[in-house]
């Protein structure tokens, strides 16, 4: 099968992508994705053009569990410029206002800092990805629209302050899914007094997966073949914080054909990764209270070269 220039395989695993600022994240898929001669390949949550850092990869089976990691936490580091708004709320934007920034003082940031930890809620942005009425905000933002959005429940498990300076702030944030860095800066800005926009910002890490074990696209690039093949992760890293049940060799056999496993040993309810005895990742499945466990997304068998 051709895409493309290339010659594409059936290839399967996660690949941790360092994406470079100033490249869009479909962009710099889809050059790991010729890298890797890959036939289906997909991300797990995009990151803003400006934005560098963590974006996982999947190839073949792994985008079928792609979603467990849109549904994770994610950390970033970000510098918040102070003293101006833009219209995208970061430093791509067009600046809408101005206002002088007030005497920095640790205890006057972390006291604001304080007012956005734990549990709350955030307005998305209208240069978003999200739809009003089949259209993304960010389309309708261009032509001069803007909609109502609700409000979405999001937690700030950490807002550390890492440094600041008479006009910009830096902080390492650890969040949960749904949460806009763009908005959340805006925000903190507002709150000093200021205003404030994204000026630089670094996704760290995605669920486990941290940016420390990413390579870049162009390191990607200077490998040979058979060491980028080595750099690939097991797919079953996308479902690490999944309770795991491990199954003897005919339940695998019989869950794999769609049938339904009672099992004799505790495990927590919902969703499960499944492993064989062999310690090959199967799968995932849902367990009810009766301890048994119906098939719910599958790897198939994927042939690769």
Known sequence: MTSGRFQS???????????????????SLQKARRLFRAEKAGH??????????LLPVCFGEATKFSGFLLNTDKRYSVRIRLGSETDTADIEGIVIRTSPVPPLTKSLIEGVLDEFRGEGVQVPPMYSALKHQGQRLYDLARKGIEVDRPPRSITIFELNLEGFDEGSIDLDVHCSK????????????????CGGHVEILRRTAVGRLKVQEAKTNDQLEAMDEESRQAFLMPI????EELPRVDLQDQEVYRIQRGGVLTLTMPSAEGTVALFGMNGAFIGVGEMGEDQMVSPKRMVSLVDSD
């Open 9 to 27: 395989r059936k290839i399967s695993g996660v690949l941790l992508l360092d994406k470079a600022s100033g490249f869009s994240s479909n962009g």
């Open 44 to 53: 797990t949550g995009s990151l803003d053009p400006i934005a560098s850092g």
């Open 178 to 193: 749904g949460t806009y860095i763009r908005t959340l800066s805006e925000d903190i800005g507002r709150r000093l007094g």
């Open 236 to 239: 079953d890293c996308l479902v």
